[in-house]
């Protein structure tokens, strides 16, 4: 190549720069966090486009979320100084299986607009199954069924291929049911997550033609995250690089944090093995963080063994010591946060001036953010949720997205029981028993079951007549969708045709557009189907919520060209809040945080049993507690300038108080690059952080008050206070509970309630229980009026 001014390379070190310009054979760049092997990754993407080598949609590239992917084409677009036509094939590797899977699904024996189920259309399907073949569900949980299915998809195992050696899970029927669940997914059109790379696996496997045209076609591979690669991950990038071996892997085995979804940090040491003469790039210097908060990550996963053991440095200014802090209970954290992130906003405590989009939460579980979204909603500061359980996964949003589903697909016999009486049809458990079977005498999906049953006069009266109405609505909605059919020759303008995708990338149906966007169709979908008017009609204070949700459900599909995208988009995304304008703080989880940065960073809920989880502290052996520190390693390193860590002593799980221990984490980190902070007197005179633990719960001693960190004494305090059962909350200790009442029960016990029936404990609180009831949602009733199920 003519020699040609590269400003992408400028800001490159000679290392990076090796990576990008050793643009063929493989590569693989195994460095620290921070290190710049995401920046180093983009340029090359960057380069072999300048370079001429590559078109970008001849480059794949796989980032590990969402996020990521879009953050990336961003990049590339900027340090191109243009911008880039699209790269189709950067993305996750769930993203860009389900394109390679749309274009090759008779050959996985579904067909091009196949559903990706959730995992509670999974669960509900497993069910089924379980029902059908005689299995207690209460002994043998579908969940478990299908956690051990999704670990048998991540080794790219379909049933045929699960090793003899795995024939006594589940109770000795485990690949039986898989390969039924299998079938039940075909009949469906669906996949399910993990089909989505199985598929592409197994079609890649058994059809070296359609391997052959894409390994011509993917001229060069880039992998980010490497270490984080399952068994089916890796076997599909093997099959792709098998040809050209450009391939080129990042990654750091001291960052791999999904070995309990399957992922292999085998893959990335053994890299050089599977690919000879592999480049190796090693980047030492950090420029992310300051050489504090370097020093801290690093002090804590050295305890780990096995590494490969990578020293960073950097040149970053010394900044502020990593930050810890103790407190009472999780909400006093929420709060003590909330006013700490008001104060760095200002720029009052004695650092710069933060804006909140430089700060973020880090949470090990989910259930954290609770606290700070009550907190910050209350003090009016904003948020944003990456990752959590959200807008998607409420009930109304979940229906409308059924009509949709059916609609695109209307095999999709799920999405059909959902909505098939909501509203309410005049369709109860008999009608849909007698749909249900005649869809099965004809071998047919439940919509066409229907629309028989309907003929034949099996359903008769009001039902019928709205059953019959719907299937009309749902053919006439979809063929609105379609657009007109239009002649060969007939050609539209729009029409969707890249010219610079290769030829059998090109689907073969031509509509033409259609008379409604999507966003209008979706709202006569809502209109039309009676739903909306559901909840027009409906009475209760949460009705007009859902409303404004289905409202922001519609808006939500105007950034994509159609239905399917959108649906697509939801059923992929991990991180989809919808952006208003203006500087929030985020809040996420530390497996979502993965690959990013923020100025600031709060580490809250360090307790032993919380970080580290108590799974990984029951295992034996050391692997899940090392890959806990991992994850304490990825969340210091996200933090550039300030990192706080904080504990609470209390903590409500599950409605239930829990006194916790510092975590073990905590006494590694190294002293000389801590400094504890004590809560300032907002919450009654001049209470510290460890008097806070026991003034609460009687046991009244400041020993600890001066320096929570380094005392034993407080230590001592904790274990004390760890060894009564259960510390009572401040604004319970005045109530009468009928403790006798609630301790005939336990979490996750199924029980009856007189009134609304048969649920599930999700939550002890005095002589309350949180039931999450099968027909009438989450309540929270008083215990004596439950019986055990078994009663
Ligand atoms: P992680 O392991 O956390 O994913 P990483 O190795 O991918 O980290 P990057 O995110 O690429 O690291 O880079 C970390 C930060 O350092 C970014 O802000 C990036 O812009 C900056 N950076 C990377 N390389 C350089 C460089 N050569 N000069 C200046 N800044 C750099
Ligand atoms: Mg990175």
């Known amino acids: 190549m003519a020699a040609r001014p590269a400003p992408y390379l400028d800001d490159l070190n000679p290392a990076q720069r090796e990576a990008v310009l050793q643009m063929d054979g493989p590569v693989l760049m195994l460095a620290g966090a921070g290190t710049g092997k995401t920046k180093a990754l983009t340029a090359r993407i960057v380069h072999l486009l300048m370079s001429g080598?590559?078109?970008?949609?001849?480059?794949?590239?796989?980032?590990?979320?969402?996020?990521?992917?879009?953050?990336?084409?961003?990049?590339?677009?900027?340090?191109?100084?243009?911008?880039?036509?699209?790269?189709?094939?950067?993305?996750?590797?769930?993203?860009?299986?389900v394109k390679l899977l749309r274009r090759h699904a008779e050959l996985a024996g579904l067909k091009s607009n196949f559903t990706i189920l959730d995992t509670d259309d999974q669960i509900r399907l497993l069910k089924q199954l379980l029902s059908l073949n005689n299995i207690d569900e209460k002994r043998w949980p579908a969940r478990q069924l299908a956690s051990l299915i999704d670990h048998w998809k991540n080794r790219a195992w379909t049933p045929s291929k699960v090793p003899a050696s795995e024939a006594g899970a589940f109770n000795h029927r485990g690949t039986e049911l898989y390969e039924q669940y299998q079938a039940r997914l075909r009949e469906l059109n669906a996949c399910d997550f993990g089909d989505l790379l199985l598929h592409v696996v197994t079609i890649?496997?058994?059809?070296?033609?359609?391997?052959?045209?894409?390994?011509?076609?993917?001229?060069?591979?880039?992998?980010?995250?490497?270490?984080?690669?399952?068994?089916?991950?890796?076997?599909?990038?093997?099959?792709?690089?098998?040809?050209?071996?450009?391939?080129?892997?990042?990654?750091?085995?001291?960052?791999?944090?999904?070995?309990?979804?399957?992922?292999?940090?085998?893959?990335?040491?053994?890299?050089?093995?599977?690919?000879?003469?592999?480049?190796v790039v090693r980047l030492e210097q950090n420029y992310r963080s300051t050489p504090h908060i370097l020093a801290a990550a690093s002090g804590v996963i050295r305890g780990n063994e096995g590494r490969l053991g990578k020293e960073l440095w950097t040149q970053a200014e010394e900044g502020e010591k990593v930050r810890l802090i103790g407190h009472w209970d999780g909400e006093e954290e929420a709060r003590w946060i909330g006013e700490e992130i008001e104060s760095l906003q200002k720029g009052t405590r004695g650092l710069r001036q933060y804006s909140l989009d430089d700060i973020a939460i880090l949470v090990r579980a989910s259930h954290q953010m609770r606290a700070f979204e009550d907190r910050f909603l209350t003090i009016g500061l904003p948020y944003r949720v990456i990752g959590g359980p959200r807008f998607y996964e409420r009930m109304e949003i979940r229906d409308a997205m059924a009509y949709f589903r059916l609609v695109v697909s209307p095999d999709d016999d799920l999405a059909f029981e959902r909505i098939v009486n909501t509203p309410k049809r005049g369709l109860g458990d008999k009608a849909q028993q007698t749909i249900q079977a005649t869809a099965r005498e004809f071998g047919v999906s439940l919509i066409e079951g229907a629309r028989i049953a309907v003929e034949e006069e099996r359903l008769r009266g009001k039902g019928a007549g709205q059953l019959r109405m719907l299937c009309e609505n749902l053919a006439r909605w979809r063929e609105t969708m379609l657009g007109p059919v239009l002649r060969p020759g007939e050609a539209e303008d729009s029409a969707d045709v890249i010219d610079d995708e290769p030829a059998f990338l090109v689907g073969e149906t031509r509509r033409g557009t259609p008379e409604l966007s999507h966003m209008e169709l979706a709202e006569v979908i809502l209109d039309e189907s009676g739903y909306t008017a559901m909840w027009q009609n409906d009475k209760t204070p949460e009705a007009p919520g859902r409303l404004e949700n289905l409202k922001e459900l519609v808006k939500a599909l105007e950034q994509f060209e159609n239905l399917q995208g959108f649906l697509e988009h939801v059923a992929l995304i991990m991180d989809?809040?919808?952006?208003?304008?203006?500087?929030?703080?985020?809040?996420?989880?530390?497996?979502?945080?993965?690959?990013?940065?923020?100025?600031?960073?709060?580490?809250?809920?360090?307790?032993?049993?919380?970080?580290?989880?108590?799974r990984s502290m029951d295992e034996s052996g050391l692997k899940g507690l090392e890959e806990e520190r991992r994850l304490a390693y990825v969340g210091i390193t996200r933090a550039e300038e300030l990192c706080t860590i904080s504990f609470a002593g209390n903590r409500r799980v599950f409605g239930q108080w829990q006194s916790a221990l510092p975590s073990r984490f905590i006494d590694e980190l190294p002293e000389a690059h801590v400094e504890v902070l004590t809560p300032p007197g907002l919450y009654g005179g001049g209470y510290g952080a460890a008097a806070a633990y026991g003034g609460g719960s009687g046991l009244e001693t400041r020993a600890a008050e001066a320096n929570v960190y380094n005392s034993p004494g407080w230590k001592r305090l904790q274990e004390r206070s760890s060894q009564r059962p259960v510390s009572q909350p401040r604004e319970s200790r005045n109530t009468v509970i009928d403790l006798q009442a609630v301790s005939a029960f336990e979490m996750g016990q199924r029980v009856f309630h007189q009134k609304f029936g048969y649920g599930e404990i999700t939550g002890i609180e005095g002589d309350k229980l949180e039931i999450a009831f099968e027909k009438s949602g989450v309540k929270k009733v008083v215990a004596r009026f439950v019986h055990a199920e078994d009663d």
């Open 576 to 614: 989809n809040e919808s952006e208003e304008a203006g500087a929030k703080v985020s809040i996420m989880t530390l497996h979502a945080a993965k690959g990013l940065e923020f100025p600031c960073v709060f580490l809250p809920g360090w307790e032993d049993g919380l970080f580290p989880s108590q």
């Open 204 to 279: 890649f496997q058994a059809h070296p033609d359609v391997l052959a045209q894409y390994q011509r076609w993917f001229r060069y591979i880039l992998v980010d995250e490497y270490q984080d690669t399952n068994v089916a991950q890796y076997l599909w990038l093997r099959l792709l690089a098998g040809g050209h071996k450009n391939i080129c892997c990042v990654g750091d085995d001291d960052q791999s944090i999904y070995g309990w979804r399957g992922a292999e940090v085998g893959n990335i040491l053994r890299f050089e093995k599977d690919f000879p003469g592999a480049h």
């Open 53 to 97: 080598n590559a078109r970008a949609n001849e480059i794949l590239a796989v980032t590990f979320t969402n996020k990521a992917a879009r953050e990336m084409k961003e990049r590339v677009g900027r340090m191109l100084g243009q911008q880039i036509e699209g790269m189709p094939w950067l993305g996750t590797f769930h993203a860009i299986c």
